[in-house]
């Protein structure tokens, strides 16, 4: 491994350039004179907006890594995917119904997953994607929904899919088909909401507002602690 | 894996290690009143002077703020009022959106259930905001043992009584209607299998209202919203890449539209708008007093530099969060948020020689401004590679208190973040330092989202208020979605009613005037739409 500070070379779209050994790809990007536009977004793991494809000299498998959090390698050779034109369904989720046909029906080509596992190799959340592109073609929503949360939607998976499939689309149709009518409904805050739309808590609101500044600072230091 | 931390960091988490049985039975005591506030005042940096000055000109001349935001505020236009010729809109819309985040898209989505027409213009993509990055939560009061009026309690006494009460009130009737709402969308929050929300602590709760979806709450939430206006692409255009640079008035002294640069062609767009909307969010890539930030690349604070050359009035400018725990180490994260739920999970804070130093949920300001003093003056921090000091947040404690499994389950973006450099959260501590979060204030609004020009309304962090001089964990994605909400509903309602006359930006010659008279020759031109971090070495 190189030492801390060290410059080393990478190629950036083919072109090279010395930076320090310990910086991520995006820092290392703005260090050779980039000022990014495309491919940076939340910089912190999150966003998915900086999807990169590299290689390393000797190697000719291609690697994966959000530019963000991946510390670059000497002989990298890099290239982001900051957009890619990926096919999402039109719908409205309150005229969905929660089953597979839903699904087969928006995305027929959930079908032609050739379990290959591209996608699940080329995530940088190393979520199983094909495990969860298999509950999807068995109308597994639930399955889908748990095993997809962490997507950042980055959409490498799908730069990569020998069967042009749209993975992330596909699962953040099933996380909401699942929130909105799988999951178990809150009845507390159901409860909660009729309530306050009937009124029910606007004398309380109105009497701490009501009160003086001195009032108010005592009641804040004399409130009640829920415990653990 | 090699091993993450360095050896001399290894010799201190030995002493977290030894430490820990007795204090996982051990309750460090909250500060009062009077303890907390002399802390703030000798460590917080809002209280350091050399940090701000005085505005020079505009609507708040003669308050302070940080330089880095003065300098924004006192800079000049890119455009100049006669170069630009306003006869031709590229762009006619009755809502015009700046800002694609989670302020934005609650606004677009509800402005749109009045059947008017609705533009998105976002810097970035839809999407890239700091509503993506938020881990932790989001309160409100839903269960049987908790009132809006006691989240009342806690938001204006986190604030320190400063909080503007009707926002505040408007904030916690909100809440659970909100929550409703995103779980009408799709939302995955947190369950129990009764189908009870899960809630948790924050920093200054007095009751467990923090509902999360893991610790990727934030995401959760901004992908929905997303989804949903995508849902509707022939009812709600999306541009992005195209953030507003200015916005246009007309001849009656209206706000009617922006004037919009594409990012790629440097062509402007003119959109002109019955309404407007500026949900840009914060500003943590000014890097307040040189601090790193937890923000998105595009948190520059554009909506404030826009709506107070219209004249409009910026409240609680003085005072920004740090957030307490930051990533101190490694070196390629510095800055990073580390969420606040690993202390609502029951994490401790601890020192160089593994002891307590501070109650782990107090306030953000109070528990950045300890972290800051244990460093600083105690000389108790740890030191890092790089230069930093920090102190450890004891994240295994979490297991040992839930089950072994608890970390992984509940907080996987976090896991995954320190997993990269090699660092195991469940089983070893992590580094913390206090980091740029936050802008506590905003543009001055009403329940209403109106600024005190009319057409203009707020929503979000661009806006202040709502949480006074420090904003309690959770209520960051609550003001989002409530705000934005209402934003929507009034600017809709405006949009319906209004018209609009001639535009103009004669107000950006009278800004030139008064840039004048108080003898300002800034060179700087702004809002800053994106930093620079190229290094240019010849």
């Known amino acids: 491994m190189a030492k801390q500070n060290e410059l080393i070379p990478i190629y950036i779209m083919g072109k090279r350039y010395l930076v320090p050994s310990n910086l991520t790809i995006m820092k290392a990007m703005e260090y050779a004179g980039y000022k990014l536009t495309r491919g940076v ?3 912190g793991g999150f966003c998915g907006a900086c999807a990169t494809v590299y290689r390393l000299r000797h190697d000719y498998r291609l690697k994966i890594g959000l530019a963000c959090q991946t510390v670059v390698e000497p002989d990298m050779y890099l290239a982001q ?16 119904e929660p089953t597979f046909a839903t699904i087969v029906r928006l995305y027929p080509e959930v079908l032609r997953c050739l379990a290959c596992g591209t996608c699940t190799k080329s995530c940088p959340q190393e979520l199983r994607v094909k495990d969860y592109m298999a509950n999807a073609m068995k109308g597994d929503i639930a399955g889908v929904a748990d095993k997809s949360f962490d997507c950042i939607m980055c959409g490498l998976c799908t730069a990569r899919c020998p069967a042009e499939e749209v993975q992330y689309d596909i699962a953040i149709l099933c996380r909401r088909l699942y929130g909105k009518y799988l999951a178990p409904q809150a009845m507390h805050l159901a409860e909660r909401v009729s309530d306050i739309q009937a009124g029910k808590f606007d004398t309380e609101l109105q009497e701490i507002k009501g009160l003086s500044d001195a009032e108010l600072r005592a009641r804040y230091n004399q409130r009640d602690i829920e415990p653990e | 894996m090699e091993d993450g931390y360095t050896p001399e960091m290894r010799a201190s988490i030995a002493r977290v290690e030894a430490t820990r049985p007795a204090r996982m039975s051990e309750t460090y005591p909250m500060l009062g009143p009077e303890a907390k506030e002399a802390l703030l005042r000798a460590f917080h940096p809002d209280y350091i002077p050399e940090g701000m000055r005085e505005l ?14 003065a300098d924004m505020l006192e800079g000049r236009s890119y455009l100049r009022a006669d170069t630009l010729d306003l006869s031709r809109i590229d762009i006619d819309t009755d809502v015009l959106v700046i800002g694609g985040g989670g302020a934005g898209s609650a606004a677009a989505l509800l402005a749109r259930e009045y059947g008017v027409k609705v533009l998105v213009a976002t810097k970035l993509r839809h999407g890239d905001a700091n509503t993506m990055m938020a881990q932790g939560g989001i309160q409100a009061a839903d269960k049987p043992t908790d009132s809006p009026a006691i989240h ?26 909100v929550i409703a709402w995103l779980e009408s969308l799709g939302c995955m929050f947190d369950k129990e299998p009764d189908g009870t929300l899960v809630t948790r602590h924050g920093g200054g709760t007095s009751r467990k209202r923090m509902h999360s979806a893991r610790d990727y709450s934030g995401a959760e939430i901004m992908r929905t919203l997303r989804d949903e206006v995508r849902s509707r692409s022939g009812e709600i255009t999306v541009l992005e890449f195209a953030p507003a640079i200015e916005l246009l008035m007309d001849d009656r002294g209206q706000v009617a539209g922006a004037v919009l640069k594409n990012l790629e062609t440097d062509e402007h767009l003119v959109v002109r708008a019955k309404a407007t909307i500026i949900a ?16 998105h690349y595009g948190a520059t604070g554009d909506g404030l530099v826009m709506a107070y050359r219209v004249g409009a009035k910026l409240a609680f400018i003085d005072t920004m969060q740090y957030h307490p725990t930051g990533a101190a180490f490694p070196e390629q994260i510095v800055g990073l948020l580390v969420t606040e739920k690993v202390r609502g999970l029951g994490a401790q804070v601890a020192n160089i020689a593994g002891d307590q130093f501070v109650f782990p949920r107090e306030t953000r300001d109070v528990e950045a401004a300890a972290i800051i003093k244990e460093c600083v003056e105690r000389g108790n921090g740890i030191r890092t590679p790089s230069g930093m000091t920090g102190v450890w947040l004891d994240s295994p404690m979490i297991d040992l208190i839930h089950g072994p499994g608890t970390v992984q389950r509940e907080l996987p973006a976090m896991v995954r973040q320190f997993k990269r450099f090699g660092i195991d959260i469940a089983r070893d501590p992590m580094l913390v330092y206090p980091t740029l979060h936050y802008q506590n204030g905003g543009i001055a609004i009403d329940p209403e989202c109106r600024t005190a020009i009319a057409g203009l309304f707020v929503a979000g962090e661009a806006s202040g208020g709502v949480h006074g001089r420090n904003r309690l964990m959770g209520n960051s994605l609550l003001d989002v979605t409530v705000f934005g909400r209402r934003a929507g509903i009034s600017a809709a309602q405006y949009a319906l009613e209004a018209s609009v006359g001639t535009l103009t930006l004669r107000h950006l010659e009278e800004w030139e005037k008064q840039l004048k008279e108080a003898t300002l020759d800034s060179t700087v031109c702004t809002p800053m739409i994106l930093p620079d971090y190229t290094r240019h070495s010849r």
Do not use: M, W
């Open chain 2, 280 to 295: 840009t969010g914060g500003s943590g890539r000014l890097h307040y007093q040189g601090f790193p930030t937890t923000n």
């Open chain 2, 56 to 69: 020079r000109v505009g609507p708040n001349k003669g308050q302070r703020t940080p330089h880095e935001l």
């Open chain 2, 152 to 177: 009342y309690l806690d938001v204006i006494g986190g604030g320190h009584f400063t909080n503007d009460p009707d926002l505040v009130e408007a904030l916690v009737h909100d809440a659970p209607l």
């Open chain 1, 81 to 96: 995917i900051p957009y890619f034109p990926g096919n999402r369904a039109d719908y409205r989720l309150d005229e969905l």
């Open chain 1, 41 to 43: 977004g939340c910089r």
